[in-house]
Structure formats: C-alpha cells, structure tokens
C-alpha cells in the first residue's frame, strides 16, 4: 500500500517525466515513447519507470538504451524542476501490457466471429417436448 506521500510523489515524477520525454530529449529513438506507470519505492530513492514506443520499428532494446543514456539529464531536470530533497534513481522497464490487451481483444474477437459462424445448434428440450 502506497503512502500518501508516495502518490504526490509519484504523480508530480509522471507529468515531469512525461514532458521531459516528449519535448526535451533529442534522441529519435525517444520520440513517440509513453510514460506509462510508475512505481515509486517507499524510500522514494527510486522510481521504476514504464514505459512504451508506438514506432514499432524501434527495438525494445534501444529504446531503453536511450533511456538509460539520458537519465542522468532527466534527472538533473527533475531536481530543478521538483525541488526533491532526494532525486530518486530512475529505472526504466518497457510495459508490454498495451500489446498484450491488445492480443487479448484480437483473441476474442475471433472467438466472437466463430460463434457467429457456427450454427445454432437445436435445443435437446424443445426437441424431446415437441415430439409428444
């Protein structure tokens, strides 16, 4: 269970991060990266970062790559800009769950489109109570 501290916390590094990712980082592989989740520890020493590219050219691998590479810049952007008294270490995980959402409504919706190609089998009761 999170403290309240920890979800000031953890909102106030969302939409920082968010920002800094969007606007002040110049690597291409960074463009069209998502902030997803964050998940802040009780010492708020460090932040587990989720994250999401919506180019799927760009490899899972370099993308976190990048990440790691500009951390240290977002989080000396992060000190100026939220006054902390500790800048929590930042690590960063790639969140596969929008792909795996997506897989899930794809599943279902073929399991949706083959009931509907199935025939309607006859009910066996209204068969046995029609013959008498």
Known sequence: MATIRQERVSQLLFQELSIII???????????????NLDVSRDLRT???YVTHSDESVSRR????????????????IAERCGLRVVPELLFYYDDSPERAARVDELLRQIAAEREAKPALP?????????T
């Open 22 to 36: 969007s606007n002040d980082l110049e690597d291409p592989r960074l463009s069209l990266l998502t902030v997803t």
């Open 47 to 49: 932040v587990k970062v």
């Open 62 to 77: 370099s993308v976190l790559v990048g990440l790691k590479n500009a951390s240290a810049y977002m989080r000396r952007q």
């Open 123 to 131: 009910d066996p009761e209204q068969a046995e109570g029609s013959g």
